[in-house]
């Protein structure tokens, strides 16, 4: 069965905090995806990595860095967090044509 | 770059009334395409996806769409809706990255 985690369900930080949000899945698949949800705005993609210590930038990946180090685990980075990050933090995988994978989620919020 | 519109931000149905909601994305080329659904207080699944062949997709839970490729669109339908279809639906599209729409709030009344 296909698995994709995230370290954290909730996360509550302080304005000004570096902020890490791990993800890893157990498909050996090249390419993971981080996307942020928020309410009227759907899935924004932050970064994506085709493979390791590769990554992309996606639509807003202001306040945000990424690190892939190994296949499986591709990490967020809100190097000072700011509350306008309080979001829902969404990992993807894939393997080339098949479908997207999503981890349960990461509500982070703010302060 | 590659975008994703859903025609309708919030629908609200009576049960066993049928639905349609609209996909559009704006321009061709090889792509694949995804309909994922969002219940209340769990997180994403895929409802179905095209990849090439039959144009006419079904996906689970009743579900249907049709790719059009002529006008861009991937419309998700469903001929008869339950109060248990009540969630948040997603279309996207793939090329070299997966780009979502803003997703459309279905609400079935009872």
């Known amino acids: 069965d296909v698995k994709v985690t995230q370290s954290s369900r909730y996360l509550v930080k302080r304005t000004g905090e570096k902020v890490f949000l791990e993800c890893v899945q157990d498909?050996?698949?090249?390419?993971m995806f981080w996307y942020r949800q928020d309410p009227g705005l759907g899935l924004r993609l932050i970064y994506f990595?085709?493979?390791?210590?590769?990554?992309e930038k996606g639509d807003i990946p202001e306040g945000y860095s990424v690190s892939r180090e190994k296949k499986e685990r591709f990490s967020l980075i809100l190097e000072s967090a700011s509350t306008n990050q309080t979001s829902m933090y969404l990992c993807?995988?894939?393997?080339?044509?098949?479908?997207?994978?999503f981890g349960p989620g990461t509500r982070l919020t703010v302060t | 770059a590659q975008s994703v519109s859903q025609h309708n931000h919030h629908v609200i149905l009576s049960e066993a009334a049928s639905l349609e909601l609209g996909c559009n994305y704006s321009?061709?080329?090889?792509?694949?395409l995804f309909w994922y659904v969002q219940y209340p207080g769990q997180h994403l699944q895929l409802l179905l996806k095209?990849?090439?062949?039959?144009?006419l997709v079904k996906g689970i839970k009743g579900f249907e769409a049709e790719f059009i490729k002529s006008k861009f669109s991937f419309n998700l339908r469903k001929p008869s809706v339950q109060w248990s279809d009540t969630a948040e639906y997603f279309c996207?599209?793939?090329?070299?990255?997966?780009?979502f729409g803003k997703g459309t709030r279905l609400h079935i009344l009872p």
């Open positions: 498909m050996d698949h090249e390419n």
């Open positions: 996207a599209v793939r090329d070299d990255k997966i780009i």
């Open positions: 095209y990849f090439s062949g039959d144009p």
């Open positions: 321009y061709g080329g090889t792509v694949n």
């Open positions: 993807a995988t894939f393997r080339t044509l098949t479908e997207q994978y």
């Open positions: 990595s085709y493979d390791v210590k590769m990554k």
